[in-house]
């Protein structure tokens, strides 16, 4: 009681907790604990009418647009002194739901997730409730065993059946912990003396690689100038040949060739490089090959598809996230190692004695947090296992060859359209050829024209809420669309009305 009296201040503070008044206390807790189990629950009903009944209806607008000045009243976002009411907390989650893009909408194609699985988000709504940290067996038992479950399957699915590996943060994140183990694994004096025990390091990615690559090469200090851009073909994929060429660059500077990144699926183009001969020139040079299969990870569920990623196998490290294609929700994302030697847990271990003792009364080998840059780690297995249990492998491989199916239809569709001007993608990358520039492709300000028809095109469509889709340049093309199709809620008639919709949101430019 000394130390409760210490940290009231006083003996008489002490004494009045300790008087009937302590009743009050109890009954106002328990008022407080009804209330807001209250409100979570009002606040639950919301949640389904306003998102996952409305936000799923494709008859409902994808968002409703408001320029910054108007959102920013309409939030009134301000924080105060004093807590606002039961009825007006109620009017913020409405406000919150309305004025939100509905990325669960079956038109919003905008980015490379979309759509809502049911038991994924039953999933991370019990993640959030459980509310705990995925770095200890004694805190978060069940999902350390999960983690461990979901890891080992993935990696089957790669082709090893070894390895290691650990869900982090996004794609950008994976990419890093890959970029750092490499080094590790070819310096590995750099853990404990740094850069100064280094020579200068060269890095490969091909001009369409993910922009995570130079950001992990400035974070590590290994510095972008030392991130050597390898040429892409038409359509996307990495040139092996090009790759030798800058090696032999690099080598010229007296830098040293250490980690090489391929993709599978690139961001924009959703092109797959050459893995098997990209492994080759890897293994000659003594190169770490990591895949970035952020995107395009999720073909290896796929018999009909699987060969877009032939050779991944190969590879010293795989990123893949699930909250793409697969639907798990944000965020859910893996790096895979082929590893079997620990170098996850020597790169980045510290021995925290307060959370890792070695004493503990269970397997200590279980305690994975100390593979994680983070201490603190948020639980991303739960939703995309209970996800797995709810429809297999079987339906996870629907899944995937449904997207494909309706992208397939989708260029089938525009073919027959004098409107819609294909890009050499695998994505479904589009100009739209407004009436006024049809049969004006040689004219002098033709590129310029179709430049500013996307821009347009996309305004229009935010202001009228019917469906959102990206645009944007790329390699001395100008503005296109990049149409994403993965959510299985899609039909082909999702596929028509965005034809339609384009055509007429362009008719008069």
């Not at 851009?229 to 250490?258: H, T």
């Not at 060969?307 to 795989?318: C, F, K, P, W, Y």
């Not at 002098?444 to 809420?465: C, F, H, N, T, W």
């Amino acid at each position: 009681m000394h130390g409760v009296a210490a940290l009231l201040g006083n003996q008489s503070q002490l004494e009045f907790i300790k008087s009937g008044t302590s009743g009050e206390v109890e009954r106002m807790r328990l008022w407080s604990i009804s209330d807001g189990k209250l409100f979570l629950t009002e606040a639950f009903n919301v949640i389904m009418e306003e998102i996952l009944h409305k936000g799923t209806d494709s008859e409902e607008k994808v968002c409703e647009w408001k320029d910054p000045d108007q959102l920013r009243a309409l939030l009134d976002l301000d924080l105060r002194e004093h807590g606002e009411s039961h009825k007006q907390l109620l009017q913020r989650v409405r406000d919150v739901a309305r004025y939100s893009v509905k990325t669960c909408h079956p038109r919003f194609f905008n980015q490379l997730f979309a759509g809502v699985d049911y038991h994924a988000l039953t999933g991370r709504l019990l993640t959030e409730t459980l509310n705990t940290s995925q770095y200890t067996y004694e805190v978060a038992p069940v999902f350390v065993l999960m983690e461990e479950e979901v890891l080992c399957k993935l990696r089957s699915l790669v082709g090893w059946s070894e390895g290691d590996g650990i869900f982090c943060p996004g794609g950008s994140m994976s990419n890093m912990y890959a970029m750092n183990v490499a080094r590790y694994w070819a310096f590995p004096q750099v853990k404990t003396q740094g850069l100064w025990a280094t020579p200068r390091m060269a890095i490969f990615t091909s001009q369409q690689g993910h922009y995570s690559m130079k950001k992990a090469a400035a974070f590590l200090g290994i510095g972008t100038d030392n991130v050597f851009i390898v040429q892409v073909d038409e359509s996307g994929s990495m040139r092996p040949e090009d790759l030798e060429a800058k090696i032999v660059q690099a080598k010229s500077q007296d830098a040293v060739p250490f980690f090489v990144n391929a993709t599978a699926g690139t961001t924009v183009q959703g092109a797959f490089d050459p893995l098997n001969r990209i492994a080759d020139i890897s293994e000659r040079n003594g190169m770490w090959m990591h895949v970035d299969a952020a995107w395009g990870g999720s073909v290896l569920f796929s018999k009909k598809h699987k060969h877009l990623v032939a050779g991944i196998e190969r590879a010293n490290s795989v990123t893949w996230n699930p909250h793409k294609m697969l639907l798990a929700g944000l965020q859910c994302s893996v790096v895979l190692f082929r590893d079997t030697t620990n170098l996850l847990m020597h790169c980045h271990s510290a021995k925290a004695t307060y959370l890792f003792q070695q004493d503990k009364f269970y397997d200590t080998s279980l305690d994975t947090g100390d593979k994680s840059i983070q201490c603190g780690r948020k639980v991303d297995c739960l939703k995309l296992w209970l996800m797995w249990k709810a429809i297999g492998t079987h339906g996870l491989s629907e899944r995937v060859e449904k997207a494909f199916a309706l992208a397939r239809y989708l260029v089938e569709e525009m073919e027959k359209r004098d409107n819609f001007k294909l890009g050499p993608f695998v994505n479904v990358c589009f100009w739209f050829i407004p009436p006024s520039l049809r049969g004006k492709e040689n004219s002098a300000d033709y590129q310029e024209s179709l430049s500013k028809v996307a821009p347009v095109i996309k305004e229009r469509m935010m202001k009228r809420g019917t469906m959102m889709v990206g645009y944007q340049p790329m390699d001395g093309h100008v503005n296109f669309f990049r149409m994403v199709v993965v959510s299985p809620q899609l039909t082909t008639k999702d596929m028509d009305f965005f034809l339609d919709e384009i055509e007429d949101l362009g008719k008069d430019l």
